[in-house]
């Protein structure tokens, strides 16, 4: 990993995929208080952190929410990581994450293996990880 620290709340995101780009735009346009970074599964940074998280899959096909405070780093994955990030955003987007109380983890697992299947068909893929704007920069790790 860069020599950078890690931030208190990072995401980690299909790089290359349509929807996962465009969800993080939506994740950067509605956290004002800039509480979430981001990095790309692909990257230097998922790299690392597999190497002292191997629960972190190697595939792309999970969003992957870092925690990291002063007991250390905490991951979660797939839907659970939907609900962490959405829980970091401010009212009324932080709501979206009450499903979560009410679903069982494995009808919200199911439900999200099953859009990450076809999310390259639905929405396209990339031929590369876009370069955030210098605004942005900060809040991105390679």
Do not use: K
Request: proline fraction near 7%; hydrophobic fraction near 45%; charged fraction near 25%.
């Amino acid at each position: 990993m860069t020599s950078r620290a890690l931030p208190a709340r990072l995401v980690l995101y299909d790089g290359v995929c349509g929807f996962c780009n465009g969800s993080v735009r939506w994740l950067i346009a509605r956290d004002r208080a800039a509480r979430l970074s981001y990095a790309p599964l692909q990257g230097e940074t998922a790299d690392a952190l597999r190497r002292r998280h191997p629960e972190i899959p190697m595939s792309h096909d999970a969003i992957v929410f870092v925690a990291t405070d002063a007991a250390g780093s905490r991951v979660s994955l797939r839907s659970a990581a939907l609900f962490r990030v959405l829980r970091e955003l401010p009212r009324p987007w932080r709501w979206l994450a009450a499903p979560r109380w009410l679903l069982p983890r494995s009808l919200c697992d199911a439900a999200y293996d099953a859009f990450a299947r076809r999310r390259y068909r639905w929405f396209g893929r990339l031929e590369a990880c876009p370069v955030p704007s210098a605004a942005l920069r900060a809040r991105f790790l390679a």
